[in-house]
């Protein structure tokens, strides 16, 4: 099983490209990328978590995609302050509730930066986050090349957490693209190659991700994924690349030619990107 979709869905550079413009009364995102993808890993619980009546809504919205599964990135205050408040594991745990009650929770995405590299105290403090979160498929994104080596492998399988593989600009001492498997879940995030904006203090997020993977690029990414899988029960392959649709794009020629057949593409996005004539039905 490989389930495939971007990373996030709402966002305000994708109406008129990736949704229509002016939006239909009723409209809704999420409903609507799930008649395309089988997977959306959720942004904003990194930002805060999740209010249970909002994700009870979004199960509603995928209901028709049996297939779908969500995945969302743990709130930053346990990964990149590491402080989190009293109340911040309960209200995170309250709030994707209803997403684990329907079945539709795939992966909690532990995210670290850069910064967050491998010591005796991260390791404990790492150890320590899978204690708390345990109930969960857990994946932790690390960038640093310092965590890349068979030891800590080895922990995280004993430990039963997924290594995330990453595509990003590369520079110094950072992860470097593979396809390792510690966990029964797989997962692949593709962030992208803009090694001008990436450790950029000046660059938003827009800019931070923005790059539109050619097929070429792609090209090893699908056999790594292929090779997950093989091992995983579960694989996720995210697009991050979310700057003005970019992900979208890349995430249905990844499903397309995974899938060896024609996919459905939003009509809209057609005309800011006709290339995809080639993988649409």
Known sequence: MI??????WKYKDWEGVVYPKPKPRGFDELAYLSGYFDAI?????????????????????????????????????????????????????????????AGRF???????????????????????????FREYPLVVEVRHASWLDEQILDLLTELGVAICNIDQPLFHRSVKP???????????RLHGRNYKQ?????????????????????????????QIAEDATDTYVVTNNHNI???????????????????AVPPVLLNSYPELQEFGR
């Open 106 to 132: 795939g992966a909690l995405l532990i995210q670290f930066p850069w910064s967050f590299k491998s010591s005796p105290e991260n390791r404990e403090y790492l150890i320590a986050l899978q204690k708390r």
């Open 245 to 263: 649709g970019k992900a979208v794009v890349n995430a249905l020629e990844i499903s397309s030619i995974l899938r060896h057949e024609p996919i």
């Open 41 to 101: 890993e959720i942004n904003t619980s990194y930002y805060g978590p999740p209010r249970a009546e909002t994700a009870k809504k979004w199960v509603q919205s995928v209901d028709r995609n049996e297939r779908f599964r969500f995945s969302a990135k743990l709130f930053h205050s346990f990964t990149h302050e590491r402080k989190p408040a009293p109340n911040d594991e309960k209200e995170f745990k309250d709030g994707i509730g209803p997403l684990v009650d």
């Open 198 to 226: 990436w450790f950029s203090k000046d660059a938003d997020v827009r800019e931070r991700y923005d790059h539109l993977y050619s097929l070429d690029e792609l090209d090893p990414w699908l056999t790594r994924a292929k």
């Open 3 to 8: 389930r495939i979709g971007p990373a996030g």
């Open 178 to 188: 593979a396809a390792h498997v510690t966990a029964a879940v797989g997962y692949v």
